[in-house]
């Protein structure tokens, strides 16, 4: 789970008076930031729209992970994920438990047959 360093609590004090308190929490975007990483997934096995939410589905579910974006058409997975919450291996293991052969770094295996949701 990430922990920040720097907290700041806001409470608005006309909310405290009706009741209700909103509390925000903003933090150090910039640790955020330096701790995420990129990946570049070749994914093969993918024969259709279903597929591609299927990969993104399964990336987005692991803990760390941030945005997804899943090309059909490139048989690509671009992952940004928190190194410090989750590894590369993790998300190979995760699109291969969802049928798929992966790769990193543009090593893509060939199809083997049809994969994915399709059969």
Known sequence: MFEPKNIKLIVDEE?????R???QF???????????QTELLKVTGMTCGGCTSNVTKVLKAINGVGDVEVSLAAGEATVQFD???TSLEQLK????GAGYSVDA???A???QGKGGCCG
């Open 93 to 96: 293991a995760a699109v291969k």
């Open 26 to 36: 903003l933090f150090n975007s910039l640790e955020r930031s330096i701790t995420m």
């Open 105 to 107: 770094q543009g090593t």
């Open 109 to 111: 295996q060939k199809p």
């Open 15 to 19: 909310a405290t008076n009706s009741g």
């Open 21 to 23: 308190i909103t509390v």
């Open 83 to 85: 190194e410090r919450l």
